[in-house]
T-cell receptor
Framework: DARVTQTPRHKVTEMGQEVTMRCQPI?????VFWYRQTMMQGLELLAY????????DSGMPKDRFSAEMPDATLATLKIQPSEPRDSAVYFC???FGVGYEQYFGPGTRLTVT | QKEVEQNSGPLSVPEGAIASLNCTYS??????FFWYRQYSGKSPELIMS????GDKEDGRFTAQLNKASQYVSLLIRDSQPSDSATYLC???????????FGTGTSLTVIP
């Protein structure tokens, strides 16, 4: 049963701490997306990678967020330092390109106090 | 104007009825369109994709695309209480190769 996995599922941290979220895309998918979902803003695309190369991170606050893909089976999203306004659910999704179906992981629910 | 717009609802339909969900988009050169279902506290789940004008049917679901009018819709026939969820429309905007989600329409199917 191929699916996107994300860790951790829940994270509570204090303001100023570093947060790292991890994603394992579906084997064979070459495009990985990071989204953030809040009640106010809905689902926002933060960044995406194709064949491990970052293609677009225009949706991501550059001063504190960074996204990497060290290998084809792992994508990471880091926030340093974290702020209360970063509290949201962060989803990873994978697929065969921006114009194709995307499959979502279960999400990481982040709470920054 | 947002790239993708949906009526937030809530939309309520009785069990067995047809639920109709609508979505409009702003970019005329958009190529790919998707409908996702999201249950409360869960991640979005892909229901349908549609790439060309017309209707596409999959079981109880029918996606309809009209590029001239820049809208895409989702019909759910024989609605079931288990269809109660938020439905998200998503569009691949070719300009800048971006991907946008609408804010979703909340659907409640009343037994």
């Amino acid at each position: 049963d191929a699916r996107v996995t994300q860790t951790p599922r829940h994270k509570v941290t204090e303001m100023g701490q570093e947060v790292t979220m991890r994603c394992q895309p579906i084997l064979g998918h070459n495009t990985v997306f990071w989204y953030r979902q809040t009640m106010m803003q809905g689902l926002e695309l933060l960044a995406y990678f194709r064949n491990r190369a970052p293609l677009d991170d225009s949706g991501m606050p550059k001063d504190r967020f960074s996204a990497e893909m060290p290998d084809a089976t792992l994508a990471t999203l880091k926030i340093q330092p974290s702020e209360p306004r970063d509290s949201a659910v962060y989803f990873c999704a994978s697929g065969f390109g921006v114009g194709y179906e995307q499959y979502f992981g279960p999400g990481t629910r982040l709470t920054v106090t | 104007q947002k790239e993708v717009e949906q009526n937030s609802g809530p939309l309520s339909v009785p069990e067995g009825a047809i639920a109709s969900l609508n979505c409009t988009y702003s970019d005329r050169v958009s190529q790919s369109f998707f409908w996702y279902r999201q249950y409360s506290g869960k991640s979005p789940e892909l229901i349908m994709s549609i790439y060309s004008n017309g209707d596409k049917e999959d079981g109880r679901f029918t996606a309809q695309l009209n590029k001239a009018s820049q809208y895409v819709s989702l019909l759910i026939r024989d609605s079931q209480p288990s269809d109660s969820a938020t439905y998200l429309c998503a569009v691949n905007i070719e300009t800048g190769n971006q991907f946008y989600f609408g804010t979703g329409t909340s659907l409640t199917v009343i037994p």
